[in-house]
């Protein structure tokens, strides 16, 4: 097991963006174009990563500090989604070895990406898999365990994302992002915060998997039941016990939203800036349009912008594009 997990620095997240230069792409801030009153919304635009999600910025800070020893026997992880896909891409870069230990009931379209990346896949049962997360131990495996999420610095990574966005946006109000595992909101919230304390960091989840909204509830790690879905990028049954005391001290709260409102959502991103993504990057913007005014007009906003003739300025974190064409289809249609 590893030893007790903490928020990255603000020194780790600044080094992540120099050691990530020459291998992430410094995503557009896009103005969303479509009209809402008292806010205006921007859209941060990781599906335009090189593979397509913000996760190459994790997996290639956690790759780029590994030693020379480290390295030797290559890398392992747990993950058949966009993490293994980041790693993998980070391992051919840099010339070592890739082993992706994924459950049998992973969605064969992405292993197929990630082995078309050069990884390694090794299926075992869920619950030999999941006890992997939970240990950080990969004993059938042999080379360096990155874990997907609890890792600082994959964390300090995805943290460089918040550097982008105030950098371009210093006068941003709320940033809205994706809750999957936590990685992604730890990052960017430790960051935002240290900047900008008085700025909103939310996290965004659906309805049929909305485990840290049933934590923030309950102020403790509860277990809830979960529904299959086509917003299959974010959600779990809880949240991760060495993630609940990170999130809880830097993030405000959590925004849920409807199957019906994330569908819509992504409607207006395709149909307004001609933009394909994920259902989970579609929650952000459906939290924005749709809830984000209630939680400022309840007096849980950071900022107390309501009397100002000023627009809110908020970010919802397009997360990457991992979606097919007959659920686009179905979305264009009206019929998901």
């Not at 801030?29 to 921007?42: A, D, F, Q």
């Not at 131990?137 to 360096?144: D, F, K, P, T």
């Not at 996290?203 to 790690?221: M, S, V």
Request: proline share 4%; hydrophobic share 40%.
């Amino acid at each position: 097991m590893s030893s007790t997990l903490s928020i990255p620095s603000i020194d780790e997240i600044y080094e992540a963006q120099t050691r990530l230069r020459d291998i992430i792409t410094r995503t557009p801030l896009l103005k969303l174009n479509y009209e809402i009153p008292g806010i205006e919304i921007y859209l941060k635009c990781e599906q335009f990563q090189p593979i397509s999600s913000f996760k190459i910025r994790g997996a290639g800070n956690a790759v780029k500090i590994l030693s020379i020893e480290e390295k030797q026997n290559g890398i392992v992880t747990a993950s058949a989604g966009n993490m293994a896909q980041g790693l993998a891409w980070m391992a051919r870069k840099e010339n070592i070895k890739c082993q992706v230990l994924v459950p049998d009931t992973a969605n064969e379209v992405k292993l197929k990406a990630i082995e078309r990346l050069g990884g390694k896949i090794t299926k075992c049962s869920f619950e030999q898999w999941w006890q992997v997360i939970v240990t950080h131990q990969c004993s059938i495996l042999n080379g360096h365990f990155i874990h997907p999420v609890c890792d600082r610095n994959v964390m300090a990574g995805h943290g460089t994302i918040a550097l982008e966005i105030l950098d371009e946006l210093p006068d941003c109000d709320a940033i809205l992002v994706p809750y999957g595992g936590g990685a992604l909101i730890t990052g960017i919230a430790s960051l935002a915060k240290h900047l900008k304390p008085s700025i909103d960091v939310l996290a965004c989840e659906i309805e049929t998997a909305a485990p840290l909204a049933a934590a923030f509830k309950n102020n403790k790690i509860t277990e809830i039941p979960i529904e299959k879905s086509w917003v299959d990028g974010i959600g779990s049954s809880s949240v991760l016990n060495e993630m609940w005391p990170l999130v809880k001290t830097c993030v405000d709260n959590s925004i849920v939203v409807t199957l019906k409102e994330t569908a819509k959502a992504l409607k207006i991103l395709i149909e307004r800036n001609h933009l394909i993504c994920e259902g989970a990057s579609a929650t952000t913007l459906a939290a924005g349009l749709w809830h984000y005014m209630n939680y400022v007009e309840n007096g849980q906003a950071g900022l107390r912008r309501k009397d100002s003739n000023q627009p809110l300025k908020i970010v919802a974190v397009l997360s990457g594009a991992g979606i097919d064409n007959e659920t686009i289809i179905k979305c264009l249609k009206e019929t998901l």
